[in-house]
């Protein structure tokens, strides 16, 4: 176990509709990054999110919009869903601020939370 | 554009031999490699990270840089049937993103 939290596991919607996918990071993890991975494939990096703002963002269009909490938990939303949409969603927590930037290294991730849109 | 390449495989070993596994990177800038475990409807779990050239060994499993190369593997020694699954290679760039790999399925065959 992580420590990192998703929630929901699974969710089901339909063409056009909005989605919130939701993530608690592990206990003094200040980072946190969200990947689209489809079946098949690697992680795809969505954005990341440092101290509440987004600190990178991957090949996403801007459908795809995120928050990060004072407490460091995060939101991901998608809206007007498309088919192409579904996937596995992962969240993974990473630890704190080094003098060079945002410390990415060791990114543990939490269970996935599994879309499907019909 | 950046990327990770790994032989989708799968990769059949019997047990109780060694599985290798191989990544590239084309990312001369990057730092920081990671082998990743994941097993079919789950998410990936961290096995090793590694920064320097050379090898780092963690019980069964090693890993190897060589940064001339921009090559890194996995060797995983007494292959069991539980190591079944798919290891995915990440790197992080120089602006502290991961890139990933697609992944190599590894069956190991009792």
């Known amino acids: 176990e992580t420590g990192v939290t998703q929630s929901p596991t699974h969710l089901i919607k339909t063409r056009g509709q909005q989605v919130t996918l939701r993530c608690s990071s592990q206990s003094g993890h200040n980072t946190v990054s969200w990947y689209q991975q489809a079946l098949g494939q690697g992680p795809q990096f969505i954005f990341q999110?440092?101290?509440?703002?987004?600190?990178g963002r991957g090949n996403f269009p801007p459908r795809f919009s995120g928050l990060q909490f004072p407490n460091y938990s995060s939101e991901l939303n998608v809206n007007a869903l498309e088919l192409d949409d579904s996937a596995l969603y992962l969240c993974?927590?990473?630890?704190?601020?080094?003098?060079?930037?945002?410390?990415?290294?060791?990114?543990?991730f939490g269970p996935g939370t599994r879309l499907t849109v019909l | 554009q950046k990327e990770v390449e790994q032989n989708s495989g799968p990769l059949s070993v019997p047990e109780g031999a060694i599985a290798s596994l191989n990544c590239t990177y084309s990312?001369?800038?990057?730092?920081?490699f990671f082998w990743y475990r994941q097993y079919s409807g789950k998410s990936p779990e961290l096995i090793m990270f590694?920064?320097s050239n050379g090898d780092k060994e963690d019980g069964r499993f090693t890993a190897q840089l060589n940064k001339a190369s921009q090559y890194v593997s996995l060797l995983i020694r007494d292959s069991q049937p539980s190591d079944s699954a798919t290891y995915l290679c990440a790197v992080r760039e120089s602006n502290y993103q991961l890139i990933w790999g697609a992944g190599t399925k590894l069956i190991i065959k009792p």
């Open positions: 990312d001369r800038g990057s730092q920081s």
């Open positions: 590694i920064y």
């Open positions: 999110y440092y101290r509440e703002e987004e600190n």
């Open positions: 993974a927590s990473s630890g704190t601020w080094t003098s060079g930037g945002p410390n990415t290294d060791t990114q543990y």
